[in-house]
Nanobody, 126 residues
Framework: VQLQASGGGLAQAGGSLRLSCAAS????????VGWFRQAPGKEREGVSG????????YYADAVKGRFTISRDNDKNTVTLQMNNLKHEDTAVYYC????????????????????WGQGTQVTVSS
């Protein structure tokens, strides 16, 4: 049972990267998925999230209009398309999954998530 994040790398400012979060050993379609990032010396922060059904999405103000989250439940994956990258987007990016119930479909706090991917480095040169 694991999540695997991939797709990070080096990009120039203004460029694009596409991150993928793939689940194995469990059905990702039952889980909300969040993308988080952690820059050196900073706390892990929520970047984007998507509900289990894919009908609701969340974006932090810092990435709104530049990042797009989507999911393919048939392929058990969630994707984060990152466009117009900025130097300040440099961080290790993690995906996380959790089952929320009732009115909760996403949580910004990393502590709310039990399943985590290993992280993928994104470096944006200015």
């Amino acid at each position: 049972v694991q999540l695997q994040a991939s797709g990070g790398g080096l990009a120039q400012a203004g460029g694009s990267l596409r991150l993928s979060c793939a689940a194995s050993g469990f059905t990702l379609a039952h889980y909300a998925v969040g993308w988080f990032r952690q820059a050196p010396g900073k706390e892990r922060e929520g970047v984007s999230g998507i509900s289990a059904t894919g009908t609701r999405t969340y974006y932090a103000d810092a990435v709104k209009g530049r990042f797009t989250i989507s999911r393919d439940n048939d392929k058990n994956t969630v994707t984060l398309q990152m466009n117009n990258l900025k130097h300040e987007d440099t961080a290790v990016y993690y995906c996380a999954a959790e089952k929320f119930s009732g009115s909760r479909w996403f949580e910004l706090s990393p502590e709310a998530y039990e399943k985590w991917g290993q992280g993928t480095q994104v470096t944006v040169s200015s």
